[in-house]
Nanobody, 126 residues
């Protein structure tokens, strides 16, 4: 299994940028995949982007395509989410989630990610 810790959240104005980090530890010698999710109070947790530990398999939600970039630093087992041109609707608590065995599905469905971090808050003001 892997453990995940998010960092980098904060407040930004509309049009601004933030970079989130997800530090992955544990069984990192095994192939794994990581996805970012965000949650707004009262709404279902939304998958934002995912990537595999070898840097392949990038996938984005339509709502962030072209604005967000996910990347993997395998040497440091850290996954980044670069968020540009941020909008108020990007506000939420962002979580990273990981898995080993379901990576072949290349999906953002939360069902397939067994390990979760505690989240980091992102607020975008208009």
């Amino acid at each position: 299994q892997v453990q995940l810790v998010e960092s980098g959240g904060g407040s930004v104005e509309s049009g601004g940028s933030l970079r989130l980090s997800c530090a992955v530890s544990g069984k990192t010698e095994r192939h794994y995949c990581v996805a970012w999710y965000r949650e707004v109070s009262g709404k279902e947790r939304e998958g934002v982007a995912r990537i595999e530990s070898d840097g392949t398999g990038g996938l984005y939600a339509d709502s962030v395509q072209g604005r967000f970039t996910i990347s993997q630093d395998k040497a440091n087992n850290t996954v980044y989410l670069e968020m540009n041109n941020m909008q108020p609707e990007d506000t939420g608590k962002y979580y990273c989630a990981g898995d080993h065995s379901a990576c072949w599905r290349k999906t953002l469905e939360r069902l397939w990610y067994a390990y979760w971090g505690r989240g980091t808050q992102v607020t975008v003001s208009s």
